[in-house]
């Protein structure tokens, strides 16, 4: 049987009176959803511009060397944790420290600069810098651990490196080994072939 006209209607008053309310709530939290992510996008937007911004600064900072760049840098650091400017800044900072020959802070600043980086290329670029600083400690085993496993790319870069530390310590018989991995790595440059050609050939290690 088909219902007329105010059956029909009257079934709809009753619907709505039964779940009208509940509709009505999923629209508004529907909307509010809505608004609320556009509301993210700006916060983070808005976010990620005042990272930048603040890291410029801090750049002017370490180029005209005024003001105290490895005290800004942690703040700015610190300010702007989680955004992409969080490890350059701690990268700045560890540089403004070894310029004070504070080899400690580079590397308290270097390993939070490896716990926030979020590229691989720039996890390696932390490792070398970082092993670079523990060498200059003294350091020899803890910078050749920071060597031990160069990503896709910096093979001959860590190899390198790996034969500074390793020359340093008298082991020339690795060291070669380390600069023949780095040539053979990488095309090689002049300073590498100048290293190689310092050491005693190979089996005439003392």
Do not use: C
Request: charge should be negative; glycine fraction near 10%.
């Amino acid at each position: 049987m088909v219902a007329s006209d105010e059956e029909q209607i009257e079934r709809i008053r009753d619907w709505w009176s039964e779940n009208g309310r509940t509709v009505i709530a999923g629209v508004v939290l529907g909307v509010a959803g809505l608004v609320g992510w556009q509301g993210w996008q700006v916060w983070q937007d808005n976010r990620v511009a005042s990272a930048a911004a603040a890291f410029a600064h801090l750049e002017q900072m370490a180029a005209s060397g005024e003001g105290d760049v490895v005290e800004r840098a942690q703040a700015v650091a610190s300010a702007h944790d989680g955004t992409s400017y969080t490890a350059l800044a701690w990268l700045i900072g560890a540089g403004a420290a070894v310029e004070k020959n504070d080899l400690d802070t580079a590397v308290a600043y270097l390993e939070q600069a490896r716990a926030s980086a979020d590229r691989e290329q720039l996890v390696a670029t932390v490792d070398l810098r970082l092993a670079r600083v523990l060498w200059a400690q003294g350091k020899h085993q803890a910078a050749l651990d920071r060597l031990a496993e160069p990503p896709a790319g910096f093979a001959g870069l860590f190899a390198e490196l790996r034969g500074d530390v390793l020359a340093d310590q008298g082991k020339l018989a690795a060291a070669r080994q380390a600069y023949e991995d780095a040539a053979a790595a990488s095309a090689g440059n002049g300073l590498l072939q100048m290293k190689l050609d310092s050491l005693p050939a190979a089996g005439e290690e003392s």
